[in-house]
């Protein structure tokens, strides 16, 4: 079964923080993309993920705050097309282009 839920559990203290739209609305692969204020915890960021909504048959990309997940997204990115479930990602410090 496609995940469900992005979630993000504190080490720590167990804490788990989560965040979902329900039922028909599939998260892909998150990513935590860091702020660049120094921050390495996980709470200095966001955390993106592509998104499949199969009740509108819709893909998303939704950011959120890595340090308030489950207050929801700050921002959704509709797509124009539905994009494979299980497009994977990754960020990194250097482009690596032409």
């Given at each position: 079964?496609?995940?469900?839920?992005?979630a993000r559990i504190d080490m720590g203290t167990g804490a788990i923080a989560s965040w979902t739209r329900g039922e028909r609305y599939y998260v892909g692969e998150p990513q935590f993309v860091p702020s660049g204020n120094g921050h390495e915890r996980g709470d200095g960021g966001w955390v993106v993920a592509m998104c499949f909504d199969a009740a509108k048959l819709r893909s998303e990309l939704v950011v959120l705050d890595?340090?308030?997940?489950?207050?929801g997204p700050v921002a959704v990115c509709q797509l124009r097309e539905p994009i494979s479930h299980g497009l994977h990602g990754q960020w990194l410090d250097e482009y690596l282009g032409p």
């Amino acid at each position: 079964m496609p995940q469900q839920e992005i979630a993000r559990i504190d080490m720590g203290t167990g804490a788990i923080a989560s965040w979902t739209r329900g039922e028909r609305y599939y998260v892909g692969e998150p990513q935590f993309v860091p702020s660049g204020n120094g921050h390495e915890r996980g709470d200095g960021g966001w955390v993106v993920a592509m998104c499949f909504d199969a009740a509108k048959l819709r893909s998303e990309l939704v950011v959120l705050d890595s340090g308030d997940i489950q207050a929801g997204p700050v921002a959704v990115c509709q797509l124009r097309e539905p994009i494979s479930h299980g497009l994977h990602g990754q960020w990194l410090d250097e482009y690596l282009g032409p």
